[in-house]
């Protein structure tokens, strides 16, 4: 009997989807928990454009977990009301390190090439609304500044 040749699966590509300017608050460092050294970000707000339009509500966070090496384990949960009305949910859950000398700086609000550290999330959406967006996943590329952060997000396809 002859082998078949199985079909190879589809390689992945990114499509731009859309931005995030988030405002955040105060950083709240919980020093070091069980889990690790917590510290949590409010997010008071901000902006997201391309795909999806809308504001974000105040009331979210990004849970981080800072390991030994200094690099951070981003755990982002935030709401946005889209141009429509409708409320969405997104999820990023990601990393970012660099250098000590890099990190600390940012963690000093000062402003530091994009280029010199990694920072990197998987975004998902869960909308009742726009089903359309729970259907992919979305991978975002950050800039962290003062007293914001901002990415780009591409669909994966």
């Given at each position: 009997?002859?082998?078949?040749?199985?079909?190879?699966?589809?390689?992945?590509?990114?499509?731009?989807?859309?931005?995030?300017?988030?405002?955040?608050?105060?950083?709240?460092?919980?020093?070091?928990?069980?889990?690790?050294?917590?510290?949590?970000?409010?997010?008071?707000?901000?902006?997201?454009?391309?795909?999806?339009?809308?504001?974000?509500?105040?009331?979210?966070?990004?849970?981080?977990?800072?390991?030994p090496?200094?690099?951070?384990?981003?755990?982002?949960?935030?709401s946005?009301?889209?141009?429509?009305?409708?409320?969405?949910?997104?999820?990023?859950?990601?990393?970012?390190?660099?250098?000590?000398?890099?990190?600390?700086?940012?963690?000093?609000?000062?402003?530091?090439?994009?280029?010199?550290?990694?920072?990197?999330?998987?975004?998902?959406?869960?909308?009742?609304?726009?089903?359309?967006?729970?259907?992919?996943?979305?991978?975002?590329?950050y800039?962290?500044?003062?007293?914001?952060?901002?990415?780009?997000?591409?669909?994966?396809?």
């Amino acid at each position: 009997m002859a082998e078949t040749n199985p079909a190879m699966p589809p390689v992945p590509a990114l499509e731009r989807a859309f931005e995030v300017d988030a405002e955040l608050g105060v950083l709240q460092d919980h020093g070091t928990t069980r889990a690790g050294h917590r510290r949590v970000i409010p997010i008071i707000g901000g902006t997201i454009r391309g795909a999806v339009e809308g504001r974000i509500l105040p009331g979210g966070a990004d849970w981080q977990l800072v390991r030994p090496d200094g690099t951070i384990d981003i755990d982002g949960r935030y709401s946005a009301r889209t141009a429509d009305g409708a409320l969405i949910y997104l999820h990023a859950v990601g990393v970012r390190s660099g250098p000590p000398e890099v990190l600390e700086a940012l963690l000093r609000g000062d402003p530091v090439d994009p280029a010199d550290y990694y920072f990197r999330a998987v975004v998902t959406i869960e909308s009742s609304a726009h089903p359309e967006f729970e259907r992919s996943l979305f991978l975002a590329s950050y800039v962290r500044e003062a007293n914001r952060v901002r990415y780009v997000a591409y669909r994966v396809t």
